[in-house]
T-cell receptor, first 113, second 110 residues
Framework: NAGVTQTPKFQVLKTGQSMTLQCAQD?????MSWYRQDPGMGLRLIHYSVGAGITDQGEVPNGYNVSRSTTEDFPLRLLSAAPSQTSVYFC????????????FGPGTRLTVT | GQQVMQIPQYQHVQEGEDFTTYCNSSTTLSNIQWYKQRPGGHPVFLIQLVKSGEVKKQKRLTFQFGEAKKNSSLHITATQTTDVGTYFC??????????FGAGTILRVKS
């Protein structure tokens, strides 16, 4: 099992550009989520999904879009990148939405200039 | 909304010294999880606590969940250089989402 995979590992964008961060898992997990990590702020939930076709907002959803067309994939779209979106992004999955271990991907380091 | 506070933000210890990080929630939790993130890596699950007053051990690591289920601690005995990283707690209210603390960065001087 590859677990949770994320691409790309690094990305530099100019303000106003859009892009999609990819996330995939091969553990047949129903629950997937996106977090951003900023120094001194821990991991903050952006969006999550409890299954294919179902998504919902987390704590900091503005400027991001998600979709879940399959169980395996959960891409995160930045609609118009801003310097405030410079961060490390982690995708995570688990077989239940609560009370179980979250498996994290290796992360994407995004810089917006 | 639910908040999870974690202290200290940063701790630098001599190898062999003990280390403790504390986690406090503004609300009663159904469970609390602990994760470790090595420098440049991703968070990795360590343990989950569910019961009031629960204590669990993993080798040199001791995890406690408070009686009121609003606080937790992670204690490392006799730190080693392999313990370096950021330790996160993550609390979950009943029927709600996981909320992470800001993390404690541990540095170990050999």
């Amino acid at each position: 099992n590859a677990g949770v995979t994320q691409t790309p590992k690094f990305q530099v964008l100019k303000t106003g550009q859009s892009m999609t961060l990819q996330c995939a898992q091969d553990m047949n997990h129903e629950y997937m989520s996106w977090y951003r990590q900023d120094p001194g702020m821990g991991l903050r939930l952006i969006h999550y999904s409890v299954g294919a076709g179902i998504t919902d907002q987390g704590e900091v959803p503005n400027g991001y879009n998600v979709s879940r067309s399959t169980t395996e994939d959960f891409p995160l779209r930045l609609l118009s990148a801003a310097p405030s979106q410079t961060s490390v992004y982690f995708c995570a999955s688990s077989y239940l939405p609560r009370g179980v271990e979250q498996y994290f991907g290796p992360g994407t380091r995004l810089t917006v200039t | 909304g639910q908040q999870v506070m974690q202290i200290p933000q940063y701790q630098h210890v001599q190898e062999g010294e003990d280390f403790t990080t504390y986690c406090n929630s503004s609300t009663t939790l159904s469970n609390i999880q602990w994760y470790k993130q090595r420098p440049g890596g991703h968070p990795v699950f360590l343990i989950q606590l569910v019961k009031s007053g629960e204590v669990k051990k993993q080798k040199r690591l001791t995890f406690q969940f408070g009686e009121a289920k609003k606080n937790s601690s992670l204690h490392i005995t006799a730190t080693q250089t392999t313990d370096v990283g950021t330790y996160f707690c993550a609390g979950q209210e009943y029927g709600n989402k996981l909320v992470f603390g800001a993390g404690t960065i541990l540095r170990v001087k050999s």
